[in-house]
């Protein structure tokens, strides 16, 4: 039941969110897929946060091709012109259009650090 845990949680958030919020069903996944990079390169096998470079980098350069696909699939999927929007936004410029990609995955990933670390505080003070 150990295994099968995070699968059913997934699959009820991608099922709530199609019932509700179809729009958001891309970002949704991409969430999904950020949760396992979190598991695999922030966090170690007992569930405390790691930061190495590394691993920082990997996540963060993840984060980026996962919003960008997010970003593409909404408009390519959903018909909602986001990804135009970031083009016109960079001014159809694909380095500019990377570099915010790349602003908005470090704050993604200073944030999740933050957020890690505060779970961990308050899991402290309940015990």
Not at 9 to 32: D, H, K
Not at 47 to 63: D, Q, R, T
Request: include cysteine.
């Amino acid at each position: 039941m150990k295994k099968l845990y995070f699968p059913f949680i997934y699959l009820g958030l991608i099922l709530i969110t199609l019932l509700f919020f179809t729009t958001q069903i891309v970002f949704v996944t991409a969430y999904i897929f950020l949760s396992i990079a979190i598991r695999m390169f922030l966090l170690d096998e007992n569930l405390k946060v790691k930061v190495s470079l590394p691993n920082s980098i990997i996540y963060v350069i993840l984060v980026i091709i996962i919003l960008f696909l997010g970003l593409w699939c909404t408009e390519f999927f959903l018909q909602i012109p986001i990804h135009t929007m970031m083009l016109r936004l960079s001014g159809e410029n694909y380095f500019k259009y990377f570099g915010i990609l790349l602003i908005e995955s470090i704050f993604i990933f200073i944030f999740n650090i933050i957020i890690l670390n505060s779970l961990k505080f308050i899991s402290k003070l309940k015990s």
